[in-house]
């Protein structure tokens, strides 16, 4: 069975461009998380989706950071514009039933963020 | 609020010898689950565990054992006879009534040959 797929693995650009992170969870996991992880430090949730919809984006900084979840499968994150602090690793997961604290979520390799 | 505190921000060790990581956990939930995942330099979270708060049976997997100790808030690991293959960043993490999981900060292990 696949795991999580990112992409891009990596991704380098210049403060005040926007980007994009793209994620695939596990097929038949209805729930999917983004995740921001600093240097150092463990994952932070940005955003939970069940199904099509964002039921927690409470710590999404929604200024600057966009997700969307269309068809309830595949996700996007959208940072525009980017700032110096964004350059983190930015974790996808996905777990079959979220909304059930005995749920187990399983990771993504990341996509490394640098804002220079 | 929920939190875990790793107390141990890096481990050194030679290949064969044991290694606990520390885990303490504070929620005031009655119902919550703990977990164990490892990320090698590769960068993926690799589950490892999964402990209910009703369930306080030690576990032991390969050369792997975790320790849940409710009158302490202490969830700990230990890799028995370490190798080189064993380094990583070591994360716990808590999920309570909100769903919401908490990780610690990782310890770093590292096992030397």
């Known amino acids: 069975e696949a795991g999580v797929v990112q992409s891009p693995r990596y991704k380098i650009i210049e403060k005040k461009q926007p980007v994009a992170f793209w994620c695939n969870p596990i097929s038949g996991h209805n729930t999917l998380y983004w995740y921001r992880q600093n240097l150092g430090q463990g994952p932070e949730l940005l955003i939970r989706?069940?199904?099509?919809?964002?039921?927690?984006d409470s710590q999404l900084p929604k200024d600057r950071f966009s997700a969307e979840r269309l068809k309830g499968v595949d996700s996007t994150l959208k940072i525009q514009p980017a700032e110096l602090g964004d350059s983190a690793v930015y974790l996808c997961?996905?777990?079959?039933?979220?909304?059930?604290?005995?749920?187990?979520?399983?990771f993504g390799p990341g996509t490394r963020l640098t804002v220079l | 609020a929920q939190k875990i505190t790793q107390a141990q921000t890096e481990i050194s060790v030679v290949e064969k010898e044991d290694v606990t990581l520390d885990c303490v956990y504070e929620t005031r939930d009655t119902t919550y689950y703990l977990f164990w995942y490892k990320q090698p330099p590769s960068g993926e979270l690799v589950f490892l565990i999964r402990?209910?708060?009703?369930?306080?049976q030690n576990e032991i997997s390969g050369r792997y054992s975790w320790n849940f100790q409710k009158s302490t808030s202490s969830f700990n690991f230990t890799i028995t006879a370490s190798q080189v293959v064993d380094s990583a960043v070591y994360f716990c993490a808590l999920s309570g009534s909100n769903n919401d999981m908490r990780f610690g900060a990782g310890t770093r292990l590292t096992v030397k040959p």
């Open positions: 997961a996905s777990s079959l039933d979220g909304s059930r604290t005995t749920d187990t979520q399983y």
């Open positions: 402990r209910n708060s009703f369930d306080e």
């Open positions: 989706y069940e199904n099509e919809e964002a039921v927690d």
